[in-house]
């Protein structure tokens, strides 16, 4: 079984991802078998930020590595929070709280119909086999919906309490895990590697 090192610390993306990956057969290693520490997400896109962690995962362990990138893009606020997602509230000071963030965008969104509340969760999902990759292997997928003008359960996970997903009339953090799984932006990114690591391992 080929082992892969999961490129990331937060326990909801390891919960999200290890299942899928070793549903396709691989073993997965938590980068905390390695090292501790995560590199400067400094780049420009989803894209730049997950290629940075894998190729840092990998050097650090040795093995082929895959990492992820996501955040909720607000059409009405030009694509924001995006990248910043995670640190939107104090994007010069580095991360701050879910509830922070959100309630940041409730009130950039104060005001605005439903209408032109349309939204969606991205993710880029990186693959590399060894640090120096050349051609790492490159997962994108969306998650669309729209922001709701208040929270629903107070449970949900970053934004999920106010991304309203219409075809399953729920927010995210309504959504049972299992169908979650099977259709967010993270799962469709990550299906989207493993199909082009297979194909490559075909031939």
Not at 35 to 58: I, P, Q, Y
Not at 169 to 186: Q, W
Request: glycine letters at 8%; hydrophobic letters at 40%; one cysteine or more.
């Amino acid at each position: 079984m080929a082992s892969i090192v999961l490129a990331t610390g937060n326990r909801h993306k390891v919960a999200e991802i290890a299942p899928l990956l070793e549903k396709a057969g691989l073993e997965v290693k938590p980068q905390s078998d390695f090292f501790c520490g995560e590199v400067t997400e400094d780049g420009l896109s989803f894209v730049e930020n997950a290629l940075k962690k894998a190729r840092f995962a990998s050097k650090k362990s040795g093995f082929p590595a895959l990492a992820d990138d996501s955040g909720l893009e607000v059409e009405a606020l030009g694509g924001k929070p995006g990248i910043f997602s995670a640190r939107y509230a104090a994007m010069a000071t580095g991360k701050t709280s879910d509830q922070q963030n959100l309630e940041k965008l409730l009130a950039e969104l104060k005001g605005l119909p439903y209408a032109q509340r349309q939204a969606r969760y991205s993710c880029a999902v990186v693959y590399v086999k060894h640090a120096e990759d050349p051609m790492p292997l490159i997962g994108v997928g969306h998650w669309y919906g729209e922001i709701l003008m208040e929270r629903r359960t107070g449970q949900g996970i970053g934004y999920d309490d106010v991304m309203w997903i219409p075809e399953l009339v729920k927010t995210v953090s309504e959504i049972p895990f299992a169908i979650k799984n099977r259709i967010s932006h993270r799962a469709r990114a990550v299906q989207a590697v493993l199909a082009q690591l297979q194909q490559e391992n075909r031939r």
